[in-house]
């Protein structure tokens, strides 16, 4: 059994936000799907890893109408581990909150513009209502939104919810140039300095989970499992990940699987695609809007 510590669990290509520069390439109309509740994937890879966190990913995976399942599946196959749901907060509804008791799962809230407000603080604030939440403080102190404000709260099962005002931001991390279909990678596939951008990478403990598959990070799933639809594949700057990069297939061999995590875990070729520093003048201008 390997140990890791996120698994993301990328049930949804799909989002209802247009957000420049999103990390997994959702931010297009071209950008469609979702990922039906499949146990074999669970099943398979419940014996071969054990992760600390399972986060429910896309796109929004608020538009999956299989997340229950998702939710439900994971809880039983990983009793052990910490199930989040990542969310732009915009589809949240009470609904959703009875999931926390039921499955034992926290929310963590992008809100990618402040149009949208009231529907995030109505559900963190129905959560407060029912006195089982207090504030979040970890061995930093009080969980914060990055300017100060409390922003994170817990309960006794140590499910929490935590809100980031993405839309305070002026700029984000590049994991590659432009948006879209007109992206590109910061540097070639075959760039000898693919260590500089592991080292600053806040994903680099991300493996991601598409279709029974695995990938290395969210940036690389995000690329792969979307760029078709972006014609991407068919794009010289990028034909190198297309065609160099290993993804881990569902029911590869346990040779072929360890040898896999002991490479994901490092830097590869395909960390290219990010920036090596926190470059103010590369980073992405933060635009977002409706887009469904």
Not at 199 to 207: I, L
Not at 226 to 243: A, M, P, R, V
Request: hydrophobic share 35%; aromatic share 14%.
């Amino acid at each position: 059994m390997i140990d890791i510590p996120n698994l993301d669990m990328f049930i949804v290509q799909t989002c209802n936000l247009s957000c420049a520069g999103c990390q997994t390439f959702s931010d297009s109309k071209l950008v469609k799907g979702v990922t039906r509740y499949n146990n074999d994937y669970l099943e398979f890879w419940s014996s071969k890893i054990q992760p600390a966190y399972i986060n429910m990913f896309g796109g929004e995976p608020l538009l999956n109408p299989d997340l229950e399942m998702w939710l439900d599946g994971c809880r039983q196959y990983w009793p052990d581990s910490n199930l989040v749901i990542q969310t732009n907060g915009l589809r949240l509804s009470e609904e959703h909150l009875s999931w926390i008791d039921t499955y034992n799962v926290s929310f963590n809230i992008s809100q990618h513009m402040p149009e949208y407000g009231s529907k995030v603080w109505n559900f963190i604030n129905q959560a407060l209502a029912t006195g089982k939440f207090q504030p979040w403080t970890n061995e930093n102190g009080p969980v914060q939104n990055g300017y100060g404000e409390q922003r994170g709260w817990i309960n006794s099962d140590e499910c929490h919810i935590q809100l980031t005002e993405s839309f305070n931001e002026t700029v984000w991390w590049s994991f590659y140039k432009n948006t879209a279909e007109e992206s590109k990678p910061n540097y070639n596939y075959f760039s000898n300095d693919f260590h500089s951008s592991w080292n600053v990478c806040g994903c680099r403990t991300f493996v991601n989970m598409f279709e029974g598959n695995l990938y290395k990070c969210p940036a690389v799933a995000g690329l792969l499992i979307n760029g078709d639809s972006l014609g991407l594949n068919e794009k010289n700057t990028w034909k190198d990940w297309f065609n160099n990069y290993k993804r881990l297939n569902l029911y590869s061999q346990d040779v072929i699987i360890d040898e896999w995590f002991n490479e994901q875990k490092g830097p590869q070729s395909c960390c290219n695609m990010c920036a090596h520093k926190l470059d103010m003048g590369a980073q992405t201008v933060v635009n977002s809007k409706v887009k469904l």
